[in-house]
């Protein structure tokens, strides 16, 4: 299992977007399905599912988030066919933000918005080396902008088997970005490969629950690590999720709830599910008595 895994959040659709996304990806998967009742949103889907060697989760739990394009994947090809079949098929029904093209950086390269609103770059990687198929990349804007290199020292200081690695910057002349802020930066988290940007331009978004990242933990003192570190807004802090001083959203989970909630007894997944609802911080012991009643 991935020690990070990204979290997305959808209205109703994340069985039919996970159907979709293990069409377009080759190689792709999925792993299992949970649903849930009784929750705020009431039944809840919860879909997790492998896109080209990479763990992501789904779920449909109500219209109260929407995607935007503060946090993006980028899509590393070897060839530039793959570049236009992958953009042939994620731009139906979705939005160009970066028209597939020629640029400085990549011969053949897109930025598109699918129909769900998700955000991907797709990416022609000449003689790259392709350390990760799916690169999570987050954009620094608004009130965030100018803070990318501060975030990834951050990040790399909390999270084990980290490093920050290559750092373009922007430079005189890129206006309206300030010189020295990031341009592009990628860098590794719990073994997992991440990208950053600053962008001083007008954005009308910023990072929000619509995509967060779960950090899955074996033990208490895990959890109490994570969060201790990571949460800066204690109005965030609910079933296990909360928000860091940049604004991005991160869940604190237990791998142990993840298996109670797969259980086939229903009274027994019941149970967990008031459980944790009524915490912020998980509680694993707690957890553990709830299923067993």
């Excluded at 501060?150 to 010189?179: M, T, W």
């Excluded at 991440?194 to 619509?210: C, G, P, T, W």
């Amino acid at each position: 299992m991935q020690k990070i895994t990204p979290h997305l959040w959808f209205d109703r659709e994340a069985l039919e977007a996970a159907g979709f996304y293990i069409s377009v990806f080759k190689d792709s998967t999925q792993n299992s399905t949970t649903k849930l009742h009784g929750t705020p949103s009431g039944r809840v889907d919860i879909v997790s599912i492998d896109l080209m060697g990479q763990e992501f989760t789904l779920i449909s739990a109500g219209p109260f988030f929407k995607f935007n394009p503060s946090v993006s994947f980028l899509v590393a090809c070897r060839e530039k066919s793959d570049v236009d079949m992958l953009w042939e098929k994620l731009s139906e029904g979705g939005s160009a933000l970066m028209e597939l093209g020629e640029y400085p950086f990549s011969e053949r390269y897109g930025w598109v918005q699918d129909r769900y609103g998700l955000s991907w770059q797709i990416m022609f990687m000449g003689g790259y080396d392709i350390k990760q198929n799916i690169t999570p990349t987050l954009m620094f804007t608004d009130k965030q902008w100018g803070k990318a290199e501060d975030a990834i020292n951050f990040y790399a200081s909390v999270f084990r088997d980290s490093e920050v690695r290559d750092i373009l910057r922007y430079r005189k002349g890129e206006e309206p970005d300030r010189v020295r802020t990031i341009k592009h930066a990628s860098f590794r988290l719990g073994g997992m490969e991440f990208a950053a940007m600053d962008s001083a331009r007008v954005h009308d978004f910023a990072f929000n629950e619509a995509i967060s990242f779960v950090v899955h933990c074996e033990t208490q003192d895990e959890i109490d690590y994570y969060w201790e570190r990571l949460s800066a807004d204690p109005q965030a802090e609910q079933c296990g999720w909360l928000k860091d001083r940049y604004g991005v959203s991160w869940q604190i989970v237990p791998t142990i709830l993840e298996q109670m909630l797969r259980d086939q007894d229903e009274e027994k997944v019941a149970r967990v599910t008031r459980a944790f609802l009524e915490m912020k911080k998980f509680d694993i012991e707690a957890l553990v008595r709830a299923y067993k009643g």
